[in-house]
């Protein structure tokens, strides 16, 4: 089992920045492929960004490209979204997820389809002015 807590959302005026962080216990995120994942209201869940453990390699919303980025700190056991240039548009309650490496294809099927072993509780972020 692997607990996941987001923390870092609130409100931020158009073109400023917020950073998300996700803290894991239960299990070292070492085992996992690692993503971000957004739902806004009306709307189906996307994937945002993810990370394959196996060889690094990232996925990007074309939304998004250029202006956040992923990362994780093995050390701390925790995850981070930075997200710079914020738009109106990328309002919505933002999850950090894992999945098992072992059942990941691809990243960018797996970011796609947004299927997780393990899911936090979400975090608000509203961009306005």
């Known amino acids: 089992q692997v607990q996941l807590v987001e923390s870092g959302g609130g409100l931020v005026q158009p073109g400023g920045s917020l950073r998300l962080s996700c803290a894991a216990s239960g299990d070292t995120l070492d085992y996992y492929g690692i993503g971000w994942f957004r739902q806004a209201p009306g709307k189906p869940r996307e994937g945002v960004s993810c990370i394959s453990r196996r060889d690094g390699s990232t996925y990007y919303a074309e939304s998004v490209k250029g202006r956040f980025t992923i990362s994780r700190d093995i050390a701390k056991n925790a995850m981070y979204l930075q997200m710079n240039s914020l738009k109106p548009e990328d309002t919505a309650v933002y999850y950090c997820?894992?999945?098992?490496?072992?059942?990941?294809?691809?990243?960018?099927?797996?970011?796609?389809?947004?299927?997780?072993?393990?899911w936090g509780q979400g975090t608000q972020v509203t961009v306005s002015s």
């Open positions: 997820a894992v999945i098992a490496q072992w059942k990941i294809t691809t990243v960018e099927i797996w970011c796609s389809v947004g299927e997780n072993d393990y």
